[in-house]
C-alpha cells in the first residue's frame, strides 16, 4: 500500500500564500474522493477540503470557502490546496487521505488509508 506523503507547508504571515501537496494514493476507490485535514494540539481531525475523483463534488469547511482551492492534477494521482488569505487559525498539520466520497470525508474517521506525517503550516500575526 503506498505511503500518504504531504508537503508544501512552511510558515507565512497572516495574508499569505502557500500550496500543499499530497502524493502516494495511486488509486482513488472507485470514483471516492481525496480530503485535506488538519489538526491542532487538544483539537480533533477537521476536514478542510475534499474532492471527488470525478470532480462533481467539492467540499470545502466553512471557515475556508473563498481562500482555499482544492485540485487533482498529473493524471489524479496528486492532489493540491492552494491556501491564500491565510489566517492564525490555520495553523495546524495539514494530512491527506481518501475516502469514498467527499461528504463522508467530513467526518475524518471516514478515511480509509493511515496517516502520515503530515506537513506543518504556522501563520503569524
Known amino acids: 500500500q503506498e505511503q500518504l506523503v504531504e508537503s508544501g507547508g512552511g510558515s507565512v504571515q497572516t495574508g499569505g500564500s502557500l500550496r500543499l501537496s499530497c502524493a502516494g494514493f495511486?488509486?482513488?476507490?472507485?470514483?471516492?474522493?481525496v480530503g485535506w485535514f488538519r489538526q491542532t494540539p487538544g483539537r480533533e481531525r477537521e476536514l478542510v477540503a475534499a474532492?471527488?475523483?470525478?470532480?462533481?463534488?467539492?467540499v470545502y469547511h466553512d471557515s475556508v470557502k473563498g481562500r482555499f482551492t482544492i485540485s487533482l492534477a498529473n493524471a489524479k494521482t496528486s492532489v493540491y490546496l492552494e491556501m491564500n488569505s491565510l489566517k492564525p487559525e490555520d495553523t495546524a498539520v495539514y494530512y491527506c487521505?481518501?475516502?469514498?466520497?467527499?461528504?463522508?470525508?467530513?467526518?475524518?474517521?471516514?478515511?480509509?488509508?493511515?496517516w502520515g506525517q503530515g506537513t506543518l503550516v504556522t501563520v503569524s500575526s
Open positions: 487521505n481518501v475516502g469514498y466520497a467527499a461528504e463522508l470525508l467530513r467526518r475524518p474517521e471516514n478515511a480509509l488509508d493511515p
Open positions: 495511486g488509486r482513488v476507490v472507485g470514483n471516492g474522493a
Open positions: 474532492i471527488e475523483r470525478d470532480h462533481d463534488g467539492i
